[in-house]
């Protein structure tokens, strides 16, 4: 069953850093590109960032540009996200999936169903 396992969440104070790990179970994440997304509550999810599979091209929404830095390690079947000048707007669950390639659209592949998420809540 493919599953995707979220971590790496917390409270942090603003101007906070915080870093999301994505692992899967099931299938191997290295075969593809992967994307960030995250869901404030009364809002609908919306996509952070993505990775390429193989070639490092990465994709960054106009909020997050400069702050986050996406990135994988194919060995240990990980995708990272790391958060730096964390803002209270950046409060929300965070999630992984597949993301179609290119990824500059970040447009979410139907491939398993979404984990469980990575709350981040940033507030003083």
């Known amino acids: 069953q493919v599953q995707f396992v979220e971590s790496g969440g917390g409270l942090v104070q603003p101007g906070g850093s915080l870093r999301l790990s994505c692992a899967a179970s099931?299938?191997?994440?290295?075969?593809?590109?992967i994307g960030w997304f995250r869901q404030a509550p009364g809002k609908e999810r919306e996509a952070v960032s993505c990775i390429s599979s193989s070639d490092g091209e990465t994709h960054y929404v106009g909020s997050v540009e400069g702050r986050f830095t996406i990135s994988r390690d194919n060995a240990k079947n990980t995708v990272f996200l790391q958060m730096n000048s964390l803002k209270p707007e950046d409060t929300a669950v965070y999630y992984c999936?597949?993301?179609?390639?290119?990824?500059?659209?970040?447009?979410?592949?139907?491939?398993?169903?979404w984990g469980q998420g990575t709350q981040v809540t940033v507030s003083s």
């Open positions: 999936a597949t993301v179609y390639e290119p990824v500059f659209s970040c447009s979410r592949v139907e491939f398993g169903s």
């Open positions: 099931g299938f191997s994440l290295s075969y593809y590109a």
